[in-house]
């Protein structure tokens, strides 16, 4: 069954960057799969944050990180990147990416019932 694994997470101040990497387990490919990026901060619900298509031709932010955060994927090391700019304190919570079984027309979707294959989560806060 597919795997997936969560990295980058840390402690940031306001206004700093991260980098957060999903990566799938050993023996299974990312190449078919639209992948989203979710995070819940204490008290909270999931919410979507970032999603790219197979192919990565297309992709979706939640309008509270537009212009803010930019995801990309790098099917030849099986890998999705969050690249996180301008980090809020608001922007706390734990970081979880998640796999869908799509096509490369499929442009991915920012709801949790989507997604089949979930990553254990990766921690950011932002705190200065």
């Known amino acids: 069954q597919l795997q997936l694994v969560e990295s980058g997470g840390g402690l940031v101040q306001p206004g700093g960057s991260l980098r957060l990497s999903c990566a799938a387990s050993?023996?299974?490919?990312?190449?078919?799969?639209?992948i989203g990026w979710f995070r819940q901060a204490p008290g909270k619900e999931r919410e979507g944050v970032s999603c790219?298509?197979?192919?990565?031709?297309?992709?979706k932010y939640a309008d509270s990180v537009k212009g803010r955060f930019t995801i990309s994927r790098d099917n030849a090391k099986n890998t999705v990147y969050l690249q996180m700019n301008s980090l809020k304190p608001e922007d706390t919570g734990v970081y979880y990416c998640?796999?869908?079984?799509?096509?490369?027309?499929?442009?991915?979707?920012?709801?949790?019932?989507?997604?089949?294959?979930w990553g254990q989560g990766t921690q950011v806060t932002v705190s200065s």
């Open positions: 050993s023996g299974f490919t990312l190449d078919y799969y639209a």
């Open positions: 998640a796999a869908e079984a799509a096509g490369p027309d499929y442009s991915g979707s920012l709801g949790a019932m989507d997604y089949d294959y």
């Open positions: 790219i298509s197979s192919s990565g031709g297309s992709t």
